[in-house]
């Protein structure tokens, strides 16, 4: 996975707006991609996951956009709120393969 | 439904002190892993198990890291004799299948090696 270090990227809304998380990968045979959301003192929640042979996929309250071309993957949150700030990580796989290779992840702050 | 679970949450030990933790994966689930997490270095695969067998350690950071997965509902991840330099989040997560599904991740442990 990749390090997360001292330098994660951030992101402040406030609530109520959407959100747009962005996340690009690097390796254009993947072909799973899943994104996940990390509050502080737990483990990564899986929220959506979508493969290669789609562009959009819809859940409660976010889509997630694949853009194969660009290997660009992100995740817009509507209607923001409190509850959603943390840490969101994009994870990407290729195959059967089952190691993850994880993004950088970015810091999701919503302002009340 | 009952998600991977982890224990113990916290563990303060002094080094050199053997280290256990413990994960049970969610049922039906045959893909185990476990995970570290740093600031530094972000998420870390240690280990994964497929059907209950370890297929790929390669990222047990030395011989004094092992883990067993004695069943399909339980597994362990030893640390003996532990140093400063494990302290960490360690994450366990399980899969319905190899790849193409999601790893759910337990809450983790916080280890603290003083």
Known sequence: ?112 | DAGVIQSPRHEVTEMGQEVTLRCKPISGHNSLFWYRQTMMRGLELLIYFNNNVPIDDSGMPEDRFSAKMPNASFSTLKIQPSEPRDSAVYFCASSLVQGQEPQHFGDGTRLSIL
């Open chain 1, 1 to 112: 996975g990749e390090s997360v270090g001292l330098h994660l990227p951030t992101l402040s809304v406030q609530e109520g707006d959407n959100s747009i998380i962005n996340c690009a990968y690097s390796n254009s045979a993947s072909d799973y991609f899943i994104w996940y959301k990390q509050e502080s003192g737990k483990g990564p929640q899986f929220i959506i996951d979508i493969r290669s042979n789609m562009d959009k996929r819809q859940g409660q309250r976010v889509t997630v956009l694949l853009n194969k071309t660009v290997k660009h993957l992100s995740l817009q949150i509507a209607a923001t709120q409190p509850g959603d700030s943390a840490v969101y990580f994009c994870a990407e796989n290729i195959g059967s393969n089952y190691k993850l290779t994880f993004g950088k992840g970015t810091l999701l702050t919503v302002n009340p």
